[in-house]
């Protein structure tokens, strides 16, 4: 189990905060309903997470605002007694970006759940943070639009959750990522000022302010309120299934279909292991001899739909795809999908423990990196299933191991963060879509320079002097780089 | 093909030293943008040629004196394109300015601006620090986006060095039609094919036409076409009508005339009290095209012409206004890198 002591040696600063937290905790008493603040242990605990259980921490207190001017209020009060905060929303986060401060507030948003408005016309709306993914595509529907970004955890996840840490989905190799979705935000910052990012329009004049809060994963301020775009929902949705004899095999039709020009609405692949999982799990008719299945899905118009089936089946046919399966009708999509979206789960099933990466490559080294995972795997003696954005080259080995056993959780961890800097000396990166958080500070001085580290610091210093916001979090200290790279280097 | 990446480096060093003002420029095609301002030249023109070309992994990293025309030319040789489909303003126009002023042609609500394509680039601070952020894959979250950032920041914030874009096949077909319609109409009609998954890559309304372009495969567009009806313009007029809209020649204000742009909800009334010129982005976008110096509605960009030392991009909040100031401060502490070229406060 990890936590973090945060307790600083500084006893005169020690003895500060002792008295800021009192002080600090009578007024947000004074703010908020009794309702609105939890400070036991118990009644904490099921806070003490996000998504990435193996870290957590129980904060100092937290507190559930249901209103922008309560959330404005607890941020000027961390602000005026220097207390740090951390910002969630339904904790569904993979790096644990949300896993709370010790001697900090943690600030649960998803009271704030309302959707305000949803034009037909511009295909927007305008929701508050709380808002559940899946709950916006279901209120658009009957407008025949939908939000394009759709990670795994849609039906628990929420937008401000999203706008934090920049989520993706199956569909944004077609569609983008949440900052390619999103128009507007209105921000508390850490002393508890509205600013508002972005406009009514599609590119309003000067710096790109909204798109460096994307994925600033609370560092940056707190969203009470977002613009999103809503697409229209296709004509027509075809999926269908390729199998493969190697892993190698199925990325070179990823590569090869990109590079004829044909962008998919989603393009995943799952190897062997994952293959197994998910069929045993949910029994759809996958190939359970295949090393790797592809699974593609075009939309568009019937007639566009028609023209892209015929040059998809006939790539993946080209590049030694031994057997595909067409989708008959929207209750097969729908079970050609299941299985990919219940890998996690199925993996879950075969193993106690199961670790997620995130790392993205160009989509040449699909083959050659997932060759490198297998060689890794051997090495440290765990398994790793592979399950991935094929389409936009982020894969997710889960890394499966048993917490029980004394030691393997560090044998995970080393492994991951193998699989990580693997990436980044591809040309990749650490990570695709799920942040950077907590977890993945050690690989960041590995992908990034001093002086961009340093860029990084002075432009949080610019939102958040005090370091109130989330610290500890996403961008690593000098000192912490410091010592990274005396330990690469000793 | 040139890198003169630590030359530009050195210039920028000696200018933090010196607290000497700089002013950025390649092609020098967008000095009727933003406010004008001063300083020692640095000079991007010769910084040029393609780093990297992954024409299968529909990546490209160019470094940013290379000139649009250029890179157009190229990417047809693959059948490939800017998604974002910039201005060339005489083909003079380069990449790393593009990505400044943030650029995009009337593709814009449906391919998306440049930061939708970029994926990161190289910037040197006020400090004369050369960084790289951002890379060449398709999705990458880790540190703040500092590559997007510089969309729009006309250079304020550091000077780009290279860009990694990512690319789009050439469309196989395309196709324009036309309509006889009011603003008010052809408004009405924008919104409602917006909506409707047709492969529609551009909606104005100039003059009393609404032109509408559909561009994607053959049988897609074709299908499109005949739902749409209308008028069909030649191949000739219709590249000639989008290569005008794009590169701003449509509208073009005499010496006591000022041309305003209005960014906003694309289903906003067109204004009766206003002249509106020209509307573009299905709506989202409307260009007033007025004599004298008062801008006809709140909250316009005024975007050529007129008093070029004035708040051309109009009123920004306090909190706001501070904030920029403070990142402003956080990537160039002297304020030498373009100062003023946004607002006169940063």
Redesign the interface.
């Known amino acids: 189990m990890h936590t973090l002591s945060n307790t600083s040696n500084d006893p005169v600063k020690q003895a500060g905060e002792a008295g800021n937290v009192a002080a600090l905790i009578s007024d947000l008493q004074q703010l908020l309903p009794a309702s609105g603040l939890i400070m036991s242990t118990e009644s904490q605990r099921p806070f003490e997470c996000d998504g990435l259980a193996v870290y957590q921490q129980l904060p100092l207190i937290t507190v559930i605002p249901e209103t922008v001017d309560q959330v404005q209020g607890i941020l000027r009060l961390c602000y005026s007694h220097r207390v740090p905060l951390v910002p969630r929303g339904a904790g569904t986060g993979l790096c644990a970006g949300a896993m709370p401060h010790a001697e900090g507030v943690l600030l649960v948003m998803t009271k704030l759940n309302k959707i305000l408005h949803i034009?037909?016309?511009?295909?927007?709306a305008r929701v508050q943070p709380g808002v559940r993914n899946l709950a916006l595509t279901d209120a658009a529907k009957p407008m025949?639009?939908y939000y394009a970004p759709d990670p795994s955890s849609q039906i628990a996840c929420t937008i401000g959750g999203n706008i934090s840490?920049?989520s993706?989905g199956v569909h944004?190799?077609k569609y983008?990522?949440t900052?390619?979705n999103l128009l507007q935000v209105t921000l508390v910052?850490i002393e508890g000022?509205?600013?508002?990012l972005g406009?009514?329009?599609?590119?309003?004049?000067?710096?790109?302010?909204l798109?460096?809060f994307?994925?600033?994963e609370g560092?940056?301020g707190v969203v009470v309120e977002a613009k999103v775009k809503l697409l229209?929902?296709?004509?027509r949705v075809q999926v269908l299934l390729a199998a493969y004899d190697s892993v190698t095999a199925a990325g070179d039709s990823v590569?090869?279909l990109?590079?004829?020009?044909?962008?998919p609405a989603g393009l995943e692949m799952m190897d062997h292991l994952a293959i197994s999982a998910a069929e045993d799990f949910v029994k759809v008719g996958y190939p359970t001899d295949a090393q790797a299945l592809l699974i593609c899905e075009l939309d568009?118009?019937?007639?566009?739909v028609?023209?892209?089936l015929a040059v998809v089946s006939q790539c993946f046919k080209n590049h030694g795809a031994k057997h595909i399966r067409i989708a008959k009708d929207a209750a097969e999509a729908d079970a050609l999908w299941q299985g990919r979206k219940a890998a996690f789960p199925a993996v879950g099933r075969i193993s106690p423990d199961y670790y997620c990466m995130d790392g993205?490559?160009?989509?040449?080294k699909v083959g050659y990196v997932l060759t490198r995972i297998s060689e890794l795997s051997n090495t440290y003696g765990l398994r790793v299933a592979n399950v991935f954005?094929a389409g936009?080259?982020?894969l997710h080995p889960l890394i499966l191991f048993d917490a029980s056993v004394d030691g393997e959780l560090e044998r995970a961890e080393l492994l991951g963060g193998d699989i990580l800097t693997l990436c980044v000396d591809v040309?990749?990166?650490?990570?695709?879509?799920?942040?950077?958080g907590l977890e993945?500070m050690p690989q960041?001085p590995y992908?990034?320079?001093d002086?961009?580290?340093a860029?990084?610091r002075?432009?949080?210093?610019?939102?958040d002097s005090e370091e109130l916001l989330n610290p500890g979090k996403?961008?690593p200290t000098l000192k912490y780089c410091q010592e990274y790279r005396s330990l690469q280097h000793g | 093909m040139v890198d003169l990446t630590q030359q530009l480096e050195e210039q920028i060093q000696h200018a933090y030293v010196t607290k000497t003002p700089l002013k950025i420029q390649a092609g020098n095609t967008k000095a009727h943008l933003g406010r004008e301002t001063s300083g020692e030249v640095v000079d991007m023109a010769n910084h040029t040629g393609v780093v990297s070309y992954s024409a299968t992994e529909l990546v490209i990293r160019v470094r940013a004196g290379t000139k649009i025309s250029q890179l157009n030319d190229l990417l047809a040789e693959q059948q490939q394109r800017l998604p974002f489909d910039p201005p060339s303003f005489n083909g003079e126009a380069t990449i790393g300015g593009t990505v400044a002023a943030n650029q995009t042609g009337a593709s814009r609500p449906w391919f998306g601006g440049v930061k939708d394509s970029l994926l990161g680039l190289g910037l040197i601070n006020g400090y004369g620090e050369a960084m790289q952020f951002g890379g060449q894959v398709m999705k990458n979250v880790a540190g703040f986006d500092v590559t997007r950032l510089q969309c729009g920041a006309m250079g304020s914030l550091g000077l780009i060095t290279d860009v990694s874009i990512k690319l789009l096949p050439e469309f196989k077909a395309g196709h324009t039609v036309t309509f006889e319609m009011t603003a008010e109409v052809a408004l009405e009609a924008m919104l409602r094919w917006a909506n409707l998954s047709l492969p529609i890559t551009g909606m104005s309304h100039f003059q009393g036409l609404l032109y509408v372009r559909l561009q994607g495969g053959d049988s897609g567009v074709t299908s499109a076409s005949n739902f749409l009806g209308g008028e069909q313009l030649n191949s000739v007029a219709a590249k000639e009508f989008w290569q005008a809209l794009k590169e701003g020649r449509l509208l073009q204000p005499t010496p006591n005339q000022i041309l305003w742009r209005w960014s906003g909800a694309s289903d906003s009334p067109i204004d009766a009290g206003s002249n509106t010129s020209l509307i573009n982005w299905a709506g989202a976008e409307r260009w007033i095209l007025e004599t004298g110096s008062n801008p006809p509605l709140e909250g316009l960009t005024q975007h050529k012409g007129g008093d070029r030392l004035a708040q051309v991009f109009g009123a920004v909040s306090p909190p706001q206004q501070a904030l920029q100031q403070r990142i402003k401060y956080a990537f160039d502490p002297h304020g030498i890198l373009n100062a003023g070229r946004l607002y006169s406060w940063m």
């Open positions: 034009n037909q016309h511009t295909a927007t025949g639009l840490e920049n993706g944004c190799l983008g990522l900052v390619n910052t000022k509205l600013i508002t406009g009514d329009g599609l590119d309003e004049p000067g710096m790109d302010l798109s460096l994307v994925g600033s560092l940056l229209p929902r296709a004509p590569a090869a990109i590079a004829q020009g044909i962008i568009g118009t019937d007639a566009e028609e023209e892209q993205t490559i160009p989509r040449s954005h936009d080259g982020n040309g990749g990166t650490i990570t695709g879509e799920h942040g950077v993945k960041m992908q990034f320079g002086a961009e580290l860029q990084f002075r432009l949080k210093a610019a939102f996403g961008i």
